[in-house]
């Protein structure tokens, strides 16, 4: 059933807001979805910023039970004795989620209700959110494919049909959902501090600076950063576990990685890279002459239909390693590479990864994007193995000291490695 979101025409939006919310603390279930008739899932108060799904999760935390029941409250009101609080709140954040909550709304605290489930300790509510959150992003994720169709077959539609099209657009009024775009794939929820993030083009024509720890661009955004050494050296050894691998690593970096695999005695090792002050850089240390290392200077989506090309032609440019860390590109491109290009570059019995880091820098968006991740793998026919790996707390060890945003902050890292299903 729609719901009738229009508001009275003398009714004030915050004491509106609050109704909802106070029924939603009080897992009033049907004061709630008779609300829900009028009123949105997704207000959100005025002053506190908190939506329905804060409310309802706030109203389930132990301590406040704990608390009312030594003053001798009820929390609920007159509420099922034989109910807990946890297991309320969770029939009040469904019924919210089925009727349009949003799932990674922040409040006044920058919290999403999962971010406040998770610190509370309130497994079952947080692992509902984490799945509404799945749920959500790969909904995105088909409706911008859809749109892409869609923008594909109008550019195909012959003159004839555009006129017949238009020629019956003149006669009926049809619903269109011609100027509906379906947003960029982005799991982590916007800080109110946020600037806009960089994309791959800008990237490229920004001059970077490097540092002993770190590789910052103009605007300060750290591209990498040494602290994540460790992961590398583990990911490499994983990846190519015997010398003699042939290897083939996208975005140099620092060269963290590719140098733990020169320490494994490759084969050949292949290295893409695309930004020019990396690869002056890389001239610098000498990659280019160092023993079975081929470097290809461009962007990897240039880069890689040539490799395949060149298979095809019968040469052999097949790998048993590969690894993908790239920077200022979102996750549909990530995508697009274990979609289309690793299958035709990976041997039979090879194994390939990548810089898991999306949305790292809050954990249920971290918890969200593994999930969406290992779905898509699935879908392309990858197995993935996830080896946890622990991280130190880098903002008390003053990594993030004259870095514009902290891009990690989970304690922590869960590495991929993927083959070939079956």
Known sequence: M??????????????????????????????????????????????????????????????????????????????????????????????????????????????????????????????IMVDAGVRAEILISRLDEYEQLKDQDSDEEPEDEVSATAAEDDTTQVESTENVTAPEMIIRPPSREDAPQPNQPTYLTTPLSFRADRILDASANSVMMSWESHLMSLTASLLAPTHGSRILNIGHGMGIIDSHFQSLSPKTHHIVEAHPDVLTRMREEGWHEKEGVVVHEGRWQDILPKLLESEEEGESVMFDAIYFDTFAEPYTSLRHFFENFVIGLLADDGKWGFFNGMGADRQICYDVYTKVVELDLFEAGWDVEWTTVPVEDLEERGEWEGVRRAYWKVGEYRLPVCRFMG
């Not at 309802?56 to 929390?75: F, T, Y």
């Not at 609080?85 to 009040?92: L, R, S």
């Not at 409040?107 to 209700?113: K, L, V």
């Open 2 to 127: 729609d719901n009738d979101t229009s508001q009275t025409p003398d009714s004030d939006p915050a004491v509106d807001a609050r109704q909802v919310l106070l029924a939603a603390s009080n897992h009033d279930l049907d004061t709630l979805r008779d609300l829900l008739r009028t009123y949105p899932a997704s207000v959100q108060d005025p002053e506190t910023g908190s939506t329905p799904l804060h409310a309802a999760i706030a109203g389930a935390d132990p301590s406040r039970k704990a608390q009312d029941a030594r003053n001798g409250e009820h929390v609920n009101g007159e509420v099922d004795e034989k109910q807990s609080p946890a297991d309320a709140a969770v029939e009040i954040v469904k019924l919210l989620l089925q009727n349009g909550a949003i799932w990674n709304d922040l409040d006044g605290n920058d919290e999403t209700p999962g971010c406040l489930a998770l610190r509370l300790g309130l497994p079952d509510l947080y692992t």
